[in-house]
């Protein structure tokens, strides 16, 4: 698949299978998120894995987008 397909394939995702993300798959999305490129090289990247439902209906009611208040995991850059 080329980048243009992978570009023009993207999709916004707004409803949430309510299954738990195995840990190797959460490793490999922090690492490919530090892996990104950023200016000057300074990898400025802090994440936050919110996976705790009280605290994730919180930042969703204040801070962030409300689709995700009934994802099972959120990470925050």
Known sequence: MSLLDLILSR?????????DLPEEVLQQILEAGRQAPSA?????????VVNDYSLLKN???????????HAPIV???
């Open 11 to 19: 999709r916004s995702i707004r409803r949430y299978e309510d299954k």
């Open 59 to 69: 930042l969703c009611d204040n801070v962030i987008n409300r689709f995700v208040k």
């Open 75 to 77: 990470i925050v850059g």
């Open 40 to 48: 000057v090289n300074r990898q400025p990247f802090r994440f936050i």
